[in-house]
């Protein structure tokens, strides 16, 4: 009787102190960036080297947080940046919500209820000559 009342304190207490997003959330995030020009650009999250564009790669949320900075590059083209931003999931929200204020509050505090923004990123790097040569047009008319 005892060992199944320890059981049964056990199970409790894990459904109190488990949320949606602890629990289905993981613990990493997708970061997917679609085919853009020009093709084959190189990703970089806060400055180290993750991948050729397209791709779509998981990263461990402790290295994905809000505030980082996917950066695409390319040689001979003006680099993109794209800060990450955490939003609250809607559908954790919605299931923590029924489930109680507990699994809120717990998921809130640990930070799995955020998800980033970096599902769908799409870019369009412009070539470092068009740039030169407007430049270059620029200052010539500026002298006439």
């Known amino acids: 009787m005892t060992s199944v009342r320890v059981f049964l304190l056990f199970f409790i207490t894990t459904l109190l102190l488990s949320s949606c997003a602890t629990i289905l959330g993981g613990k990493k995030n997708t970061i997917k960036i679609n085919a853009g020009s020009p093709e084959q650009a190189q990703v ?32 001979d083209y003006i680099s993109m940046s794209y800060e990450v931003i955490r939003n609250p999931h809607i559908l954790y929200v919605g299931m923590d919500i029924l489930l ?13 209820i955020y998800r980033p923004n970096t599902r769908n990123i799409h870019y369009e790097l412009k070539p470092l000559k068009t740039i030169k040569k407007a430049n270059i047009s620029g200052e010539e008319n500026k002298k006439k």
């Open 44 to 75: 970089y999250l806060d400055g180290k080297y993750i991948g050729d564009t397209p791709f779509k790669k998981r990263i461990s949320k402790y290295d994905l947080q809000e505030g980082s900075t996917i950066e695409i590059r390319k040689d």
């Open 100 to 112: 109680g204020v507990i699994p809120l509050v717990i998921d809130v505090a640990d930070g799995n």
